[in-house]
Nanobody, 122 residues
């Protein structure tokens, strides 16, 4: 059974930082691209970042230069370091293994964790 547990969210002032973690189980972690997505109230889930097991990373334009995705395959964990946070980064953040072909599309990810809330005050 695939399980994903996100943590590390919270309330932070604009310009601050947070580090999210996602610990996975129930599948061979290093075989999958791992993605981070976010969803704000009333909005669709959107791509944030993804990382291949070998180190290649992908980012949404809105977070390039501010967010860094990394993974520790030995710990089955993927991280999202978020710096210089903005009010518009406020959302629930989710991680997931990519099972389809489009790295930046939610439809390419079939299993999601419960998410972790990030709230940025302006």
């Amino acid at each position: 059974q695939v399980r994903l547990r996100e943590s590390g969210g919270g309330l932070v002032q604009a310009g601050g930082s947070l580090r999210l973690s996602c610990t996975a189980s129930g599948f061979t972690f290093n075989h999958y691209v791992m993605g981070w997505f976010r969803q704000a109230p009333g909005e669709e889930r959107e791509f944030v970042a993804a990382a291949r097991s070998g180190g290649t990373t992908y980012y949404a334009d809105s977070v390039k230069g501010r967010f860094t995705i990394s993974r520790d395959n030995a710990k089955n964990t993927v991280y999202l370091q978020m710096n210089n946070l903005k009010f518009e980064d406020t959302a629930v953040y989710y991680c997931a293994p990519r099972t389809g072909s489009s790295t930046d599309k939610p439809a390419a990810y079939s299993t999601w964790g419960q998410g972790t809330q990030v709230t940025v005050s302006s």
